[in-house]
């Protein structure tokens, strides 16, 4: 796939309410089955401190608060948030992007880390759950390995079949000598930021970092090309 093609993403997600205290008592059963894991292997935590540390990650319990993107345009790589606190309006924008520029399988995909384990899934969860039809790049219900080639993980590349290994951005940035994309906060301080400070503008750079940094590491694995600082553009309109 050439990589002008290619839309590399990462999204940032948050608990859909602040509290565990502040979901119904329906939904707060529903916490307690959902992360009954959890609770059984840090017996010493309550449902709240769970929720406050893992509801963000399960699409039934968060909610997307920042999709950032970025994509090849000659030798420049263009880079976009979209971000707030209307999870609506951004899968809506995201969705539109999608279905104009890179809604053909056979000639656009995307790239992300972990992607094809939590973003992607995560976002057409969200997209369902909000009311939205997904474009059809996002179809992807019984198909089979061969059928969704237009989805590149880079953690994927990194195992070279070994399914059991996990490896994260920024180790695997590391291993290959790649700057990292840490700033000030890091993922497990999204929802605090959000919540309690509601800086969306840093949440949204520190989401566009970790985009960078993913075309980085494809980069590296797929040719050993670089990406250089000047030729990263920031699209704020």
């Known amino acids: 796939m050439e990589?002008?093609?290619?839309?590399?993403?990462?999204?940032?997600?948050?608990?859909?309410?602040?509290?565990?205290?502040?979901?119904?008592?329906?939904w707060q059963d529903l916490w307690i089955s959902k992360s009954r894991y959890y609770l059984n292997s840090e017996p010493q935590k309550s449902p709240s401190e769970i929720y406050q540390e893992k509801a963000a990650i399960f699409s039934e319990f968060g909610k997307?608060?920042?999709?950032?993107?970025?994509?090849?345009?000659?030798?420049?790589?263009?880079?976009?948030?979209?971000?707030?606190?209307?999870?609506?309006?951004?899968?809506?924008?995201?969705?539109?992007?999608?279905?104009?520029?890179?809604n053909h399988p056979e000639h656009a995909g995307f790239c992300g880390h972990n992607i094809k384990e939590f973003d992607i899934p995560y976002i057409c969860r969200r997209a369902i759950i909000n009311g939205l039809n997904l474009p059809t790049s996002f179809h992807l219900h019984n198909k089979k390995p061969w059928e969704?080639?237009?989805?590149?993980?880079?953690?994927?590349?990194?195992?070279?079949?070994?399914?059991?290994?996990?490896?994260?951005?920024?180790?695997?940035?590391?291993?290959?000598?790649?700057?990292?994309?840490?700033?000030?906060?890091?993922?497990?301080?999204?929802?605090?930021?959000?919540?309690?400070?509601?800086?969306?503008?840093?949440?949204?750079?520190?989401?566009?970092?970790d985009v960078i940094l993913t075309a980085r590491v494809f980069l590296k694995l797929k040719s050993g090309n670089r990406l250089d600082d000047e030729n990263i553009i920031f699209i704020k309109d």
């Open 3 to 26: 990589t002008r093609k290619i839309l590399f993403l990462d999204i940032e997600t948050v608990s859909s309410v602040a509290s565990f205290d502040q979901l119904s008592p329906e």
């Open 148 to 209: 969704i080639q237009h989805i590149v993980d880079t953690m994927e590349m990194w195992k070279f079949g070994d399914y059991k290994h996990f490896t994260s951005l920024d180790l695997l940035a590391s291993c290959l000598q790649l700057p990292t994309s840490k700033s000030d906060i890091s993922g497990k301080d999204v929802g605090r930021v959000y919540w309690e400070e509601n800086d969306l503008i840093r949440i949204s750079n520190y989401c566009m970092k």
């Open 64 to 102: 997307i608060v920042c999709i950032s993107i970025g994509f090849f345009n000659d030798e420049d790589f263009r880079v976009k948030s979209f971000f707030g606190s209307e999870e609506l309006i951004i899968l809506k924008q995201f969705f539109e992007l999608v279905n104009n520029h890179f």
